[in-house]
Nanobody
């Protein structure tokens, strides 16, 4: 079993910055792609950014140039640095990891990010 634990969410003013992290633990051999998704009430969960084990990244158009995803393979942790935050970035942010040779997907419990003055 694999556990993903997010941390670092909170309240920030528009234009501010926030960093969230997600640490994976449990019994697994390898973490493949990891990513951050977000969801607001009444809407589907959407991809924010993802990163392969080798460091290749993908970003949603809405966050390009403002958010940066990174990972530390030795710590089994993925990070999301969020700058120039906007009220529309308010959401619950979820971490996802693809684990093992079959890339089974696991989700974290989510962390709330609120951008408001």
């Amino acid at each position: 079993q694999v556990q993903l634990v997010e941390s670092g969410g909170g309240l920030v003013q528009p234009g501010g910055s926030l960093s969230v992290s997600c640490a994976a633990s449990g019994r697994f051999f390898i973490l493949n792609a990891m990513g951050w998704y977000r969801q607001t009430p009444g809407k589907e969960r959407e991809l924010v950014a993802s990163i392969t084990r080798g460091g290749s990244t993908i970003y949603a158009d809405s966050v390009k140039g403002r958010f940066t995803i990174s990972r530390d393979n030795a710590k089994n942790t993925v990070y999301l640095q969020m700058n120039s935050l906007k009220p529309e970035d308010t959401a619950v942010y979820y971490c996802k990891a693809a684990v093992g040779i079959r890339s089974l997907e696991y989700w974290g419990q989510g962390t709330q990010v609120t951008v408001s003055s």
